[in-house]
């Protein structure tokens, strides 16, 4: 447990200085200054969105999430037999796992999201 916390906190402390710097560069810009390198930050996305654009995010991951529990749960639902090419078990077992990493991922981003909401919720 307490190395969850730790690396939470850890994750935390870095996503927080990384919107400080992203901030820091956003308001550079707008006052005209030139930046000392004039790298643009190609990270993760969801870290030069707004705060609305966050909460947008949130609620997209939150659907998708549902989503895609709901295949994982009842494939035959969501599969057209009419894409079926060669073994029709090997098939429906990819997709099962194709959605699990989808799963996976989405709970990821959706993670990064809110901690990328509460941060700036902290930032002056």
């Not at 004039?38 to 996305?45: L, R, S, Y």
């Not at 079926?84 to 090997?90: F, Y």
Request: charged share 40%; aromatic share 8%.
């Amino acid at each position: 447990m307490y190395n969850y916390v730790a690396e939470r906190y850890y994750v935390a402390q870095q996503e927080f200085e990384s919107l400080k710097k992203l901030r820091d560069k956003h308001s550079a810009k707008k006052e005209g200054q030139s930046q000392s390198n004039g790298n643009v930050d190609k990270g993760n996305p969801l870290k030069r969105q707004s705060k609305k654009q966050l909460q947008d995010s949130r609620r997209s991951f939150q659907k998708l999430i549902e989503e895609h529990k709901d295949k994982i749960n009842n494939p035959d639902k969501y599969i057209d037999p009419s894409k079926i090419k060669g073994d029709p078990v090997k098939y429906r077992q990819g997709l099962i796992e194709k959605w699990e990493r989808d799963l996976a991922r989405q709970q990821r981003d959706l993670r990064l999201t809110e901690d990328l909401l509460k941060l700036i919720d902290y930032l002056p």
